[in-house]
Every structure is written in C-alpha cells, then in structure tokens.
Nanobody
Framework: VQLQASGGGLVQAGGSLRLSCAAS????????MGWFRQAPGKEREFVAAITWSGSSTFLSESVKGRFTISRDSAKNTVYLQMNSLEPEETAVYYC??????????????????WGQGTQVTVSS
C-alpha cells in the first residue's frame, strides 16, 4: 500500500482543515487507517484511527469533539477533518495503514505503511 497525504497548510487558530490520504493498491479496504502528528523535537503522537470497515473510529482525548476521521473505500481515501485548530497542533501530519488488530491503533510502531506527511501550521 502506498499512501499520499495532502491538505495541509497555514490556518489561523480556530480555523479548519481537511486532510486527505489517498491509497494505492487493491487491498486498501483490508487495512485500518490512522493519523499521527509530529511536532519539531517531539515524539510522534496518535491523533485518530478508523477500522477497515469504517464501523469504528478512535480519537485521542486532545482532539475529541473537534476532529473527525472517515474513509471512502470507493476512492481509496481516508480523511481527517480538523476544526477549532490550536497553535500547539502545528506539526507534520502522517497517515498510516496497518493490518494489526484494532487493539493497537494508537501505537505508531504497529503501522506498516506510512505516507510522506503534510505540514499543518496553526498561527495564533
């Protein structure tokens, strides 16, 4: 599976962005998908994940109520809608795919495929 993330950019605090992650390969629908972010000097952090069927989603506590993850299997794409963005959420955002159990979706070391990342900058 090859992943291509897009949709990042510069936004003011309180604004919104929608990230997209386009996957190539016929087996996209077999993978759980996740979004992670990494700010300079910090560790990679779990943001959100969605199961292969789309029936379950998981969000980190810090983004609950503001971010939404979804997938469109017909388009082989997963989305991350981000609302009410905060300056401390400035980071490179990565999408990733895993065939591991959904019990591990918050663990970045359980993901097998990664996109190149897209920069999100939130100005104050």
């Amino acid at each position: 599976v090859q992943l291509q993330a897009s949709g990042g950019g510069l936004v003011q605090a309180g604004g919104s962005l929608r990230l997209s992650c386009a996957a190539s390969g016929r087996t996209f629908s077999r993978y759980h998908m996740g979004w992670f972010r990494q700010a300079p000097g910090k560790e990679r952090e779990f943001v959100a994940a969605i199961t292969w069927s789309g029936s379950s989603t998981f969000l980190s506590e810090s983004v609950k109520g503001r971010f939404t993850i979804s997938r469109d299997s017909a388009k082989n794409t997963v989305y991350l809608q981000m609302n009410s963005l905060e300056p401390e959420e400035t980071a490179v955002y990565y999408c990733a795919a895993t065939a591991y159990s959904s019990s591990y979706l918050a663990q970045h070391d359980k993901y097998e495929y990664w996109g190149q990342g897209t920069q999100v900058t939130v100005s104050s």
